[in-house]
């Protein structure tokens, strides 16, 4: 899970900034995704979470990566950016 709260100072259209989820297995992404953030009303701060569900592991080298990616030139604040990682119960057989 991510989650983070964010403020902008212009309306968004889910176009100028993407919360960015990608995993890579030996260096090469094999699940990328990007989540537009929308904002009808500015000035004040939102949330945003997503659930990503990742490929299964397979090595100790795969790499998780997530970030904000600004594809216009615009300000936005972000405050408590955090990634929660659940990991599958273990069944009793």
């Not at 929308?38 to 945003?48: H, M, V």
């Amino acid at each position: 899970r991510i989650s983070f709260d964010y403020l902008s100072f212009d309306t968004l259209r889910g176009e100028q900034f993407f919360l960015i989820a990608n995993y890579l297995y030996k260096g090469k992404s094999i699940k990328y995704r990007g989540f537009g953030l929308n904002d009808k009303n500015p000035g004040t701060w939102k949330s945003f979470t997503i659930d990503y569900m990742s490929p299964e592991l397979t090595s100790t080298k795969n790499q998780f990566q997530t970030y904000i990616w600004a594809k216009e030139d615009s300000e936005l604040l972000i405050d408590n950016f955090s990634v929660i990682l659940f990991e599958p119960k273990q069944t009793l057989e």
